[in-house]
């Protein structure tokens, strides 16, 4: 069974401090996905990994993907109130179709 | 583009007792899922489908969960009986899929469903 562990589960932060969240597992994924979801809402789709090592930056947001393909991380520079959120990372299995979520990692950022 | 659709946003109901929940996933879109997402939890896969074929349903309860997805289109997920473990969030999912599988989840705003 695919598992993906996500850590911290619940953050708290100030505003202009910076943070990693961690997504890993002992599975190989053929790529894997960041989410943020806000309450009453779907989870949103930030960004799409692919390549083993692979880094993509979305504005404050750096996404890196394990070269093995089986950990992800996310890093958000200065931090700011509207980066409060749950954010899900979310593998897809090689060979497959399934999508798997990891458990979250709930952000609230104080002003 | 309308997004996914899905009713009725909230549902309570007593236990044992039967509820169906319906989605529209956007228009194309081969694949569907539902996902139960537990509250301080991440979505949970009960079912995917790809047109009107289920790749997975390994983790559907299917002594109360049934879901079907009409034509390839439309998608219902049933539970009955309900029990007080499945109050929860469930959400639906369309995306396109490639041979990758990378395709974008596109959620609907899901249905919230309160057992008593």
């Known amino acids: 069974t695919q598992l993906l562990e996500q850590s911290p589960q619940f953050l708290s932060i100030q505003e202009g401090e910076n943070l990693t969240v961690y997504c890993n597992s002992s599975?190989?994924?053929?790529?894997l996905q960041w989410y943020r979801q806000e309450p009453g809402e779907g989870p949103v789709l930030l960004v799409t990994?692919?390549?083993?090592?692979e880094v993509k930056k979305l504005k404050r947001l750096t996404f890196q993907f394990g070269d093995a393909r089986k950990d992800s991380s996310l890093h958000i520079t200065a931090a700011q109130p509207g980066d409060t959120g749950l954010y899900l990372c979310?593998?897809?299995?090689?060979?497959?179709?399934?999508?798997?979520f990891g458990a979250g990692t709930r952000l609230f950022v104080k002003a | 583009e309308a997004g996914v659709a899905q009713s009725p946003r909230y549902k309570i109901i007593e236990k044992r007792q039967s509820v169906a929940f319906w989605c529209n996933p956007i228009?194309?879109?081969?694949?569907l899922y539902w996902y139960q997402q537990i509250l301080g939890q991440g979505p949970k896969l009960l079912i995917q489908?790809?047109?009107?074929?289920?790749?997975?349903d390994s983790q559907l309860p299917k002594d109360r969960f049934s879901a079907e997805r009409l034509k390839g289109v439309d998608s219902t997920l049933k539970i009955q009986p309900a029990k007080l473990e499945d109050s929860a969030v469930y959400l639906c999912?369309?995306?396109?899929?490639?041979?990758?599988?990378?395709?974008?989840?596109?959620f609907g705003e899901g249905s919230r469903l309160t057992v008593l």
């Open positions: 999912a369309s995306s396109l899929r490639t041979l990758v599988n990378t395709g974008e989840l596109f």
């Open positions: 599975s190989v994924f053929s790529s």
């Open positions: 990994v692919v390549t083993g090592g």
């Open positions: 979310a593998g897809a299995g090689t060979g497959g179709f399934k999508t798997i």
């Open positions: 228009s194309g879109h081969a694949t």
């Open positions: 489908f790809q047109n009107n074929g289920v790749v997975d």
